[in-house]
C-alpha cells in the first residue's frame, strides 16, 4: 500500500507539472494581453508593465521561471484583478466559499442519488424504474447553467421566494445546490442502478436471499457496498469540481467563490490568477483520484493495490 501511495504521489507531481506547462502556453497562445485593455496606455509604459511581471521574456523563460517559484509554492501577483496581491492568498479567501457551496452540493447528490439507483434496481421493469431513469435522464442531459437559469426566473424573479444573490441565509442555499447537484445525483443515481444490476445478479445475492435474509439487508448491505466501486470512480473527480465550485453557478447567482473569480481572471486576461486556479483544481482532481483508488480497497477488501505499484 505504501509503496502504491509512494507511486501514485510522484505520478501527480508529474502531472499537475505537465498540466501547468499546456496550460501557459495555449494561454500565451491566445492573441492579446493582460494591459492591451486598458486605454491611455503609451508604449513605454506598457513595456514598462511587462518588465515589471516579467512578460518581456521569451515564453521558455517565463516558463522556466514560473515553474521555479511553483516548486516554492508561489502563484505569482495579480496582475489587474487585485493588483500585487499574491494569487495563493485571494484563491485561499475564495476557496472557503466555494467549497462550502460544493460540499453541501456534494452531500445532497450522493444522499439523494444512491437510493434513486437503488431504488430504480430494485423495481427494475416497473413504473417506478422508468419514472426514475427519465427523471435521471432529463438530469444528466440539462447543462447547469440552464438549471441555474431557470431557477433563477421562477424562484427568484416571478415568485420572488429565494434570494438571487449571494450566500447569506439559508434560503439563499437552495437554488445554487439545487442547480450545482442536479447533474451529479442523475449521474450517481444511473451509475449506482447499472452497478447494483450486475451485482444484484451475482451468485453470492442469491445464496444471501436463500438464507432468509430480509430484501433491506441484501440490498444495502450486501448488493450496495460492492457496487460502489464505479461510483467512487466517479466521485473522485466530482469532488474535486464541485468542491471548487461551479463556474456558471456562481456566476449566476453572483457568489463571490473560486469559480466565478475565474471566470473574471479570464476575461481580464489575468494571468498568474488563470494559472494559479488551473493548477490549484488540477491538483485537487488528483489528490482525490488518489484517495478514491485507496478507498477502493476499503470498499473491496479483496483489490490487491500493491501489484499497482510493479
Known amino acids: 500500500m505504501a509503496k502504491y501511495i509512494v507511486k501514485r504521489i510522484v505520478q501527480a507531481f508529474f502531472v499537475v507539472i505537465l498540466i501547468a506547462c499546456i496550460t501557459f502556453f495555449l494561454m500565451n497562445m491566445v492573441p492579446g494581453g493582460p494591459f492591451l485593455s486598458e486605454k491611455a496606455l503609451s508604449p513605454e509604459v ?24 511553483l516548486l516554492k509554492l508561489d502563484l505569482g501577483v495579480s496582475f489587474k484583478m487585485q493588483i500585487n496581491r499574491p494569487v495563493l492568498t ?8 466555494s ?15 444512491i437510493p434513486i439507483g437503488c431504488l430504480a434496481a430494485y423495481y427494475r421493469g416497473t413504473w417506478v424504474d ?21 431557477l433563477l426566473v421562477i424562484f427568484g424573479v416571478k415568485l420572488s ?38 451485482v444484484i445478479n451475482q451468485e453470492y445475492i442469491r445464496t444471501a436471499k436463500a438464507k432468509g435474509l430480509s ?30 465550485g461551479g ?20 476575461s481580464n486576461r489575468d494571468y498568474p490568477i488563470i494559472m494559479g486556479t488551473t493548477i490549484f483544481l ?11 483508488d485507496i478507498l477502493y480497497k476499503v470498499v473491496d477488501p479483496r483489490m490487491d493495490l500493491s501489484k499497482e505499484a510493479n
Open 46 to 69: 506598457l513595456a514598462a508593465k511587462e518588465a515589471k511581471y516579467g512578460l518581456d521574456k521569451p515564453l521558455l523563460v517565463q516558463l522556466k521561471n514560473y515553474l521555479l517559484d
Open 90 to 97: 485571494i484563491i485561499m479567501e475564495m476557496f472557503p466559499v
Open 99 to 113: 467549497c462550502k457551496l460544493g460540499a453541501i452540493s456534494l452531500v445532497w447528490a450522493i444522499l439523494c442519488g
Open 130 to 150: 422508468n419514472v426514475l431513469r427519465v427523471f435521471t435522464t432529463i438530469g444528466v442531459s440539462i447543462p447547469g447553467f440552464v438549471v441555474a437559469t431557470v
Open 161 to 198: 421566494i429565494l434570494p438571487t444573490m449571494g450566500l447569506n441565509s439559508f434560503g439563499s442555499y437552495i437554488m445554487p445546490v439545487m442547480a450545482l447537484s442536479l447533474s451529479p445525483m442523475c449521474y450517481v443515481g444511473r451509475l449506482t442502478r447499472s452497478s447494483m444490476l450486475d
Open 215 to 244: 430484501t433491506k439487508v441484501v440490498i444495502f448491505k450486501h448488493a450496495l457496498r460492492n457496487s460502489l466501486i464505479p461510483v467512487l470512480t466517479y466521485l473522485g473527480p466530482l469532488t474535486a469540481n464541485i468542491l471548487t
Open 247 to 266: 463556474f456558471v453557478v456562481e456566476t449566476v447567482f453572483s457568489i463571490p467563490g473560486l469559480g466565478r473569480y475565474f471566470v473574471q481572471s479570464i
Open 282 to 292: 488540477a491538483s485537487f482532481v488528483v489528490f482525490m483520484t488518489l484517495i478514491v
